[in-house]
């Protein structure tokens, strides 16, 4: 079987005007949507995920219909030692950076009776600590160019632990925190950090949530979450209805929310 081409990147215009994109976790759901989305604003974009063959499809329809131009990594944010080299062979393809989104997510079934360590880990290990492995490169990058813009998927269920998935909302959690640790080092050198909170999405993820409330399609996520690209928002709820959720969620007491089913 033949390895399929992945594209390269040719400009047809000048660098500087260029915008340039990474999106880790893009194959599928709101990474595929969002890159879809830039590429219709005219970026060049870098998509890294597992599925190398939705990847070489999503590249396809970036390069045949839309402004942007895009290239494909396979890349398995679990290999962390793999990221420095990965990054600065990314950066190369693309001539240069300017926008980061980490959107690479996993989550188990919503079930208060299940204990698996195995699940834990690999949830943390996904959301969190690949993660870190990715940021750590890009914002030391973008502070010494004083320029950039550092996309963080979270998710509105960080904002409480769920007794039927408490790694999933913890890791979240920690993500939220930790990306506003960089906004709050790196505001001064002036980049811009975004954290994204979606409520719930029409992605493959939607089956492991236990119940649906009002989610949303991919697509119109990824609009939302352009819109606060371009508006250089600190932090985001997708929708917005969700910030009003949130806050009052945050406001239960706890020996009340612990009895709650959700």
Not at 130 to 148: D, I, K, M, T
Not at 226 to 241: D, L
Request: hydrophobic share 45%; with cysteine.
């Amino acid at each position: 079987m033949n390895k399929p081409k992945i594209p390269s990147i040719t400009f047809s215009r000048p660098l500087d005007l260029v915008p340039r994109a990474i999106i880790v976790g893009a194959s599928s759901g709101i990474g595929a949507a969002l890159a879809l989305r830039l590429a219709r604003e005219g970026y060049v974009l870098a998509l890294l995920a597992r599925r190398e063959q939705n990847l070489q499809k999503l590249c396809e329809e970036i390069n045949n219909d839309t402004l942007g131009q895009a290239t494909y990594f396979v890349h398995d944010v679990k290999s962390t030692s793999d990221v420095p080299d990965l990054f600065l062979k990314v950066c190369a393809e693309l001539g240069g950076l300017d926008l980061f989104v980490y959107n690479a997510g996993t989550q188990s079934p919503n079930d208060s009776a299940a204990y698996s360590p195995e699940n834990d880990l690999d949830t943390f290990h996904v959301n969190l600590l690949g993660a870190a492995a990715w940021l750590n490169l890009v914002a030391e990058r973008f502070q010494q160019l004083s320029a950039g813009h550092i996309v963080a998927v979270g998710s509105v269920a960080g904002d409480r632990g769920r007794s039927g998935m408490p790694a999933y909302t913890a890791s979240k959690a920690g993500l939220h925190t930790y990306i506003e640790g960089f906004r709050n080092r790196l505001n001064r050198h002036g980049v811009i950090v975004t954290t994204i909170k979606p409520g719930q999405v029409r992605t493959s993820l939607l089956r492991n949530a236990g119940k649906e409330l009002w989610p949303i399609s991919a697509e119109l996520a990824a609009e939302y979450m352009w819109r606060a690209i371009k508006r250089r928002r600190m932090v985001v709820y997708v929708p917005s209805r969700w910030f009003i959720i949130g806050w009052m969620v945050r406001l239960i007491p706890s020996i009340l929310f612990r009895k709650l089913n959700i």
